[in-house]
């Protein structure tokens, strides 16, 4: 629990230094990560985890429960970001 809670106050204090900068040097982006998730505890789980990283913010999950609609405060390339995300806690 003490280094999720140091890990935490690091990121947030990383976001409050691009946030507070005169001149914003990020690249914020929208984007969608598709999942294979079937439960509603995994999609809430999921969303949790990835709007605790300070930065992000799960704005909207489709329909069809299989697509997370992601915000982020700074983003270099989506494709990195994406791909090593998708989880799948069925097969778990």
Not at 29 to 36: E, G, K, N, Y
Not at 58 to 74: G, K, N, P
């Amino acid at each position: 629990m003490l280094i999720f809670f140091r890990e935490l106050t690091l990121s947030n204090i990383s976001v409050l230094r691009l946030v507070i900068k005169p001149k914003l040097n990020i690249q914020p982006a929208i984007f969608a990560m598709p999942t294979d998730l079937k439960h509603n505890w995994e999609i809430t789980l999921l969303s949790s985890f990835i709007t605790l990283t300070p930065g992000t913010i799960v704005i909207h999950v489709y329909d069809d429960q299989q697509t997370h609609y992601i915000h982020t405060i700074a983003v270099d390339d989506i494709e990195d970001v994406v791909y090593p995300l998708q989880i799948s806690f069925s097969k778990v």
